[in-house]
């Protein structure tokens, strides 16, 4: 993250104490006799001190925003046993792993498009790794692909197996990603087009439809109190024992040097 975005959301907060810093100074310089200062002449000693010193303003943002990923993630580890579901949540990887990368996205995300080879080339290079892949279609309300393309993953999921799964989200996100490349709207026609080109359907009963929504809604709920405010966002825990100090949240598209290095940590490396 660059220092420009650590002066954003600490400014308030840092400038605030500067000036309770500064105004404390001023009194003590003054043998202790409060005197009262105008907002100008407070403002002109925070300002000339940020000026001077502009790396504390960044190491403090960067103090504040470890400390809020390490609340995250201790305020996931209760949730572990929702975040491995295997019935409903389409995964992929061996029944005893030892380590989880959980994905919540949305197939309308030009983010969640982007990362899709990444994950799939860590897939390929990892063992023992077990992967997530939660339905989280935050652009629902305004893109219907978002909440079809997760209904019918989930459809692919229980119908076909997880194979047929990894296939279909792959060809979906790289097709609206072409898409989204080249400035076009990626419509329903375009995307029935892809899953039938894929060998599946997005065609079901009344039941299934019921189920698919249960899930969609467990999983915003779940992002919710997970602290999951956009997509993709990425969780990486050890599965057998999960800890804080092994456990990474990664809000936005990583590199696969992230994700492996997320990996060897939730495994103790």
């Given amino acids: 993250m660059s220092s420009i975005k650590y002066l954003k959301p600490v400014a308030s907060v840092l400038i605030t104490s500067l000036i309770a810093s500064a105004a404390a100074v001023y009194v003590s310089s003054q043998y202790l006799q409060p005197k009262a200062m105008s907002e100008d002449e407070i403002g ?3 300002a000339s001190y940020l000026i001077k010193h502009p790396d504390n303003l960044v190491e403090a943002g960067k103090a504040l925003e470890n ?24 995964n992929i990887g061996p029944e005893n792993a030892d380590v989880a990368v959980i994905e919540f996205f949305d197939y309308q995300c030009i983010y969640c498009m982007r990362v899709t080879p990444v994950v799939e080339t860590v897939m390929n290079q990892s063992q ?7 339905e989280f279609p935050i652009f629902a309300g305004t893109k219907p692909v978002s909440a079809m393309g997760a209904a019918t993953g989930l459809h692919v999921y229980q119908t076909f197996g997880p194979d047929a799964y990894r296939k279909y989200h792959n060809n979906i996100m790289a097709s ?52 999951v405010t956009g997509t993709p966002g990425f969780i990486i825990m050890n599965m057998k024992k999960p800890t804080a ?13 992230t994700l492996q290095e997320a990996i060897s940590k939730a495994r103790g490396i």
């Fill in 67 to 90: 400390r809020k990923v390490s609340s995250t993630v201790e305020r996931m580890l209760p949730y572990a046993p929702a975040l491995f579901e295997t019935k409903e949540t389409p």
């Fill in 128 to 134: 023992g790794v077990k992967f997530f892949f939660k």
């Fill in 44 to 46: 002109r000693i925070a």
């Fill in 245 to 257: 100090e092994s456990t990474s949240f990664i809000p936005g598209a990583a590199d696969a040097a």
């Fill in 176 to 227: 609206a990603h072409t898409f989204a490349t080249t400035q076009r709207n990626f419509q329903m026609d375009d995307f029935n087009l892809v899953v039938e080109k894929s060998g599946f359907n997005s065609t079901f009963s009344d039941k299934e439809k019921a189920r698919y929504e249960s899930v969609i809604s467990s999983n915003m709920q779940l992002g919710e109190a997970l602290g």
